[in-house]
């Protein structure tokens, strides 16, 4: 009883802390604030959710059984099924979950003031986000791990699994375009960050080989020999930056770049995996937990003043970084860090055939999510340390604010954000850059913003090496995301293409190989095109095509999940994956309906291209821009048709749900519940544990 | 105390082993002699070619 009341006082703390955080967050008004009122909030957000809410799923909606064989125990074949230590299972589920969406997405939604963007991030995944990913991971789990879109195929019938697909293919080479624009704009004119990022494939390979022919599967040893030499790299573009002939090698324009991004990316999609996807792969994972952890302990250490203010006027949709107004664009902005369709993509198919029991399935499914929201936390945190003004500067492509620096100074200032010249230019000549102006894509702001973080904990005089280290991190698991999203691209449409001609199925079949991975690359090189020949930078574009892709694949996940759990007969709680699904079919179609419709130029696609047209028509485009306009014209109304495509897959597929569970609750036939037969588990570790 | 600390070590260092990978031909060879001890299990550079060529096959990582 003691026990009870002492845990019962604990957990009422921790609620009131977390409120006080959050409270203390969205009050303040116009003074810094400091950066451990963040991590305080969402650490007990995540706490009492994780406790009650995840629990409370767990155990009365989901009805967990942990006295139930898991795929892995039943079908362990010692290779992708294997019953699996919960910890290591959590690990490989949030190493393959956490990708740059929560760093970028946060990033620029921080346009809006560090507030609507960061009540997103907590509420969204705790209600959102972290339901998804469990209950999927719950569902896929009694399937014997099938996929998304296979379970969409079983519970809701041909509609919904083709929708599925289709949307699956869609989102990958629309999200490896602007992932692929972030690196082109980091990379733009800096021959430090391209010689850095250009280091980064032969030093894969290096691994690569390491681990295949001179100490094989050693991978520990492969892995630490490549980060030495990644740190190596950075350091070397220091002095390769220096050296005025070979810096010409690296100093490109941003389409230069996008070229050799492009054929990088049909390279390493044709090449074998163990010589650069796999190596890379093992890299980016080191990378990237050993800076988020390190992030974490710089902050908790440093407690870094947030300059930005709590709300923007750019909430009216104005913002320079990208147009729209605060609803629904900060939603749609901030996909991965609250809740992404593509997690159900991990949670399905993959983790369920490693889980040894099905009690693991909240701490993975809803901690795992939990924690890549923390990490877009401090990713909000590492964007608005930086003055508002340094920020816009950075992130304000040159076709909004001018291209000249005193221009671009004087409009940012007007909307009251001061900032220098001489400031911007100090900045980068810290940073071991010759311009910060414009660098949009959110990789080099919160680059910026990490180096300044790093450097006050670890040592200014390393301001250069810390930046191009985060430009280096960043560029690494990107990478590795558009080569793995242009392999599993091709793999879906060889899967597709094998239905007109079974050859080209064959995902072995080297011209079928060759022939399917240029039509995946060239799709996602198209759009990356358009990036970055746009002249209000790509961003603008690319990026709500890409939040409004992922949220809709969430919304698929989140249908499947609700037509199960009407199917089980568990209308009363099926609000729990139905509540977020509305309020996603909500955030998208609005957003998609601004996007298409607004009169706004940045915008409505529609309009821009019209506008553009009509310049065209006047002769009022100077010779230059008249000669890309009919390209950019175009472009515009294929985004506009593609935003319309993505709304009516979703409305179909959440139509086709709909009539699914009326059927079901009006006593009419529906395809039956797919689940695999129960039996008892036989694995010892599950009556022992806790 | 010294001995605890030395368990605790090893523990750490094969969650470490195991997160990584680095010991999977270890957990495929007690997996074979488990359940198919009749025939001849894969060498190790012939299981981390498979290994590798399977895990790359699908959806693996996200945005």
Known sequence: ?690 | MATRLKTWLRRCWQAVRQLSGDDAYERYLAHYTACHADTAPLSRKEFFRHEQQQKWGEIRRCC
């Open chain 1, 1 to 690: 009883m003691n026990n009870r009341i002492f845990s019962a006082s604990i957990w009422v703390a921790v609620a009131l802390l977390g409120a006080a955080a959050l409270g203390g967050i969205a009050l303040n008004r116009g003074e810094p604030i400091n950066a451990l009122w963040f991590i305080t909030a969402a650490l007990c957000v995540h706490a009492v959710a994780y406790r009650f809410y995840a629990a409370w799923i767990a155990a009365r909606v989901l009805v967990i059984d942990p006295t139930r064989a898991t795929p892995a125990e039943r079908l362990d074949n010692g290779r992708d099924f294997i019953p699996t230590n919960r910890w290591i299972v959590f690990g490989h589920h949030f190493a393959a979950i956490a990708g740059p969406g929560p760093l970028v997405g946060p990033t620029l939604a921080a346009q809006f003031g560090y507030l609507p963007g960061t009540l997103w991030i907590l509420i969204g995944a705790v209600l959102g986000g972290c339901v998804q990913d469990m209950v999927t991971l719950f569902f896929s789990t009694r399937r014997n791990g099938r996929s998304l879109g296979q379970m969409a195929r079983d519970e809701l019938g041909a509609i919904g699994g083709i929708a599925a697909l289709v949307a699956t293919l869609l989102i990958m080479i629309i999200l490896i375009a602007v992932l692929g624009l972030v690196v082109v704009n980091a990379m733009k004119n800096s021959p430090w960050a391209t010689s850095t990022v250009a280091a980064t494939i032969p030093i894969a390979m290096i691994v690569g080989l390491y681990m295949r022919n001179i100490r094989p599967g050693r991978v520990l040893e492969g892995s630490l020999l490549g980060v030495i030499l990644l740190l190596l790299a950075v350091a070397a573009g220091g002095w390769l930056d220096h050296q005025p002939g070979l810096r010409e090698l690296f100093n490109h324009p941003g389409l230069t770049l996008a070229w050799a991004v492009i054929a990088y990316g049909f390279a390493a999609a044709i090449l074998p995996v163990w010589l650069l996807l796999a190596p890379r792969d093992y890299l980016s994972t080191f990378v990237k937990l050993g800076t988020v952890v390190l992030l974490a302990l710089a902050i908790v250490w440093l407690q870094p003043s947030v300059k930005m203010h709590a709300l923007t006027q750019f909430v009216d949709g104005t913002g320079p970084i990208f147009g729209g107004k605060l609803f629904p664009f900060v939603f749609i902005t901030i996909a991965c860090g609250a809740i992404s369709g593509f997690h159900a993509l991990i949670a399905s198919g993959t983790t369920p055939k490693l889980l040894s029991n099905e009690r693991d399935i909240r701490m993975i499914g809803y901690g795992g999510m939990a924690l890549e929201s923390f990490v877009a936390i401090m990713a909000m945190i590492a964007a608005t340390v930086l003055d508002p003004g340094v920020f816009f500067a950075i992130n304000s492509p040159a076709g909004v604010v001018g291209k000249e620096a005193a221009a671009a100074v004087a409009k940012i200032s007007s909307w009251g954000f001061p900032v220098t010249v001489e400031q911007m230019s100090l900045l980068a000549q810290q940073m071991g850059e010759a311009t910060l102006f414009a660098r949009t894509g959110g990789a080099p702001s919160l680059a910026v913003g990490m180096a300044s973080i790093f450097g006050s904990a670890f040592g200014q005089g390393m301001l250069a090496l810390w930046y191009h280290f985060a430009i280096m991190f960043e560029a690494i698991f990107i990478l590795t995301t558009l080569d793995a999203g242009t392999r599993v691209g091709r793999f879906m449409l060889q899967d597709m293409l094998g239905n007109l001609w079974p050859k080209l199925g064959e995902t072995s079949w080297y011209p079928s190989v060759l022939l399917t991975s240029g039509m995946v690359v060239a799709a996602w090189g198209y759009f990356l095109y358009i990036g970055v020949i746009d002249p209000n930078g790509g961003v603008n574009i690319l990026w709500p095509l890409f939040g409004i892709s992922n949220q809709i694949l969430a919304a698929i996940a989140l249908c499947v999940a609700t037509g199960i759990l009407v199917k089980s007969d568990k209308l009363k709680h099926a609000w729990i994956t139905g509540l977020p699904l509305a309020w996603l079919v909500t955030i998208t179609s609005s957003a998609a309906w601004e996007k298409i419709t607004s009169p706004d130029v940045r915008i409505g696609f529609l309009a821009a291209a019209n506008d553009l047209a009509g310049k065209l028509a006047s002769g009022a485009l100077p010779p230059e821009k008249a000669a890309s306009a009919p390209t950019l014209i175009f472009n515009q109304r294929l985004d506009a048709a593609l935003t319309l495509f993505f709304v009516c897959l979703l409305w179909l597929i959440v139509l086709d749900m709909l009539r699914i569970c009326a059927r079901h609750l009006n006593g009419k036939p529906v395809p039956p519940l797919s689940e695999a037969p129960h039996l008892v588990t036989q694995l010892e570790e599950a009556w022992q544990r806790d």
